[in-house]
């Protein structure tokens, strides 16, 4: 097993992070205090290349991210109460999907990405299509 270089995921401090799908090779996705998400390309990094792809849509610290399992979508939230949606061929956002009264604290997809599970501190988790 190689051995990456440590460095610092999001500068304010990293709140979650996940696999992206597999049909996006090594790849993790990670979201922080700093109000980014971003697509750490591990095979890059290994040669010290930074490998990173930064989503910059919101405004306030980013707490949950999820990669749909069909590698067509990252969604995220957090502190602004909303759930982007963002196109992984692309790289940019797509729509908010979903809204909550409190900040978004946990994100999952179906196995066949047909929904995303939306968990927040309002004591409430929503089913979006």
């Not at 109000?35 to 792809?53: E, S, T, Y």
């Amino acid at each position: 097993m190689k051995s990456l270089t440590t460095k610092f995921a999001h500068v304010e401090g990293y709140a979650s992070m996940v696999f992206a799908p597999v049909s996006r090779g090594h790849k993790i996705i990670t979201c922080g205090n700093d109000n980014l998400v971003k697509l750490h390309d591990l095979d890059k990094a290994i040669d010290d290349d930074p490998g990173i792809d930064e989503f910059d849509h919101f405004k306030k610290p980013v707490y949950a991210v999820a990669g749909s399992p069909d590698g067509q979508w990252i969604a995220a939230g957090g502190e602004e109460t909303t759930v982007a949606l963002f196109n992984l061929d692309t790289l940019d956002f797509d729509k908010v999907v979903a809204r909550s009264e409190l900040p978004i604290n946990d994100l999952c997809f179906t196995p066949n990405s047909e929904y995303l599970i939306v968990a927040s501190d309002d004591a409430t988790i929503r089913v979006v299509k």
